[in-house]
């Protein structure tokens, strides 16, 4: 059999490997396996310092190419599906393909992820998982094979939010914390801390990226301010501790909440209050905006005759609370729906991407389902969803299953242009996070 290294690839194995033996105090060995390969003895401590770390790094680059192969596989496989697809009659397919749209998170998990030593406070998705923890730090996952990558160190206290965002072809993790501050990491860089953001007074509570480019960061904090980073900035005042802040999919608004009871919608850019969501009876622990593909639903609820557009981005807000209610509100701040059915705080919405259900998580450890196409209807509840508080929940970003299509898509008006679409398929996916210290996985 002809060898598959050749000499010098061969050296460079031998002597990284002898170089590791030592790095892990097996010197022993080491020499023995020098003497058996016949490395000469000029390869001396000064010389094997050069080699320390490359076979670590040689075995971590051969598993990134895996994943890389791995990926590439599934997306092929994910395109000859689709035209097999094409070609399977609709009776078939409809019994083998669930429809995202009806898909509901079902116990159990399918997976539990554990390793944090204090309990869960955020989770991110980006398409890699991350979360955060009060034990100050921030751990990366792989959620499909369930593996902890890597784990950040860096904030003093408590990890309180993170987000993923950032200018194109910038992307960077955000994190705030208890600390005060706010950490920018950097995945280009294997994730070092490459700035921090000093300024807030108190515990900030929540950070987001949120204009369309990703230049644009705002968080939330209990020294009673909003602050927009990287830009000539306001701080939009509230009078007391703010728990949580989101951005309309286009990031021209934001909608916040927190211990005055009072959610309040904002325009990102001048920092201006646009409405008021005045109604509940305790702190507003989380907010968010719904998503256009909801409009038609809470139209019906609002009573409204006529859809809203869905270039809107700000037209219903969710909002949850320690009164242990949730209430959706139109833009102008008008209250349309309180949903009842919580016997503890609600601590995390997210809507369904499909726009029919709204998706809650409480301190009364369960996950509920509410039916937006029927009035609010409570549908279905994880009983134990964890074995204790449910802290935050976040839905996995949709699939790219087709390449832009020339010819189709949105003519602007007096525009003969016609724009590329792209084809979007929701990911069946939900993650949260709890006090049990468990980030647990929903998927079909």
């Known amino acids: ?23 892990m105090n097996q010197s022993s060995s080491a020499a023995a396996l020098q003497e058996t390969l016949g490395i000469s003895s000029s390869f001396d401590a000064p010389t094997m310092k050069r080699y320390e770390g490359l076979l670590e790094k040689k075995w971590t680059s051969v598993v990134r190419l895996q994943m890389k192969v791995v990926k590439h596989c599934g997306h092929t ?25 009806s898909w509901l998170p079902k116990s159990p998990a399918r997976l539990t992820l554990q390793s944090h030593r204090e309990p869960v406070t955020c989770v991110a998705f980006h398409p890699i998982l991350f979360s955060g923890s009060d034990d100050n730090t921030i751990k990366i996952w792989d959620w499909e094979l369930g593996e902890l990558e890597r784990t950040l160190k860096g904030h003093t206290r408590a990890v309180l939010d993170v987000d993923f965002g950032g200018p194109k072809g910038g992307t960077l993790l955000a994190s705030c914390s208890s600390d005060l501050t706010i950490k920018l990491w950097d995945p280009s860089t294997q994730y070092q801390n490459i700035r921090t953001l000093p300024g807030h007074d108190h515990s900030v509570s929540a950070v987001r990226f949120v204009s369309s480019s990703g230049s644009l960061l705002v968080s939330a904090s209990r020294d009673k301010t909003l602050r927009i980073w990287d830009v000539l900035c306001h701080d939009p005042e509230q009078n007391d501790w703010v728990r949580d802040v989101s951005p309309s999919f286009d990031g021209r608004w934001l909608v916040s909440g927190g211990n005055d009871q009072i959610g309040r919608t904002w325009d990102a850019t001048l920092g201006e209050a646009k409405a008021t969501l005045i109604g509940h009876d305790n ?12 409009y038609k639903h809470l139209a019906t609820l609002a009573g409204l005759k006529k859809t809203p557009l869905a270039g809107n981005s700000a037209e219903f807000i969710a909002t949850g609370s320690r009164d242990k209610t949730i209430k959706l509100w139109d833009s102008r701040g008008t209250l349309i729906k309180t949903l009842v059915g919580h016997d503890n705080w609600v601590r995390g919405l997210v809507f369904h991407p499909e726009g ?7 301190d009364d450890r369960t996950l509920r389902c509410w039916d937006l196409s029927q009035e609010g209807r409570l549908a279905k509840t994880l009983e134990d969803s964890h074995g204790h508080f449910v802290s935050c929940i976040r839905w996995a970003p949709s699939l790219v299953i087709a390449s832009p299509i020339k010819g189709v898509g949105m003519v602007s008006n007096g525009d003969s242009r016609k724009e590329d679409a792209i084809k979007v398929r929701s990911r069946c996916v939900i993650v949260t996070g709890s006090v049990d210290l468990d980030v647990r996985i929903f998927a079909s």
């Open 356 to 362: 029919k259900y709204l998706i809650s998580v409480s």
């Open 1 to 23: 059999m002809s060898p598959i290294l050749s000499p010098r690839q061969a050296e460079e194995l031998h002597k990284s490997m002898i170089a590791y033996l030592n790095s």
């Open 77 to 101: 496989t994910a395109s000859l599906q689709a035209e097999l697809d094409q070609a399977t009659p609709f009776s078939l397919l409809s019994r083998r393909n669930q429809d995202p749209a």
């Open 283 to 294: 702190y507003i622990e989380c907010c968010v905006f719904a998503p256009p593909s909801s």
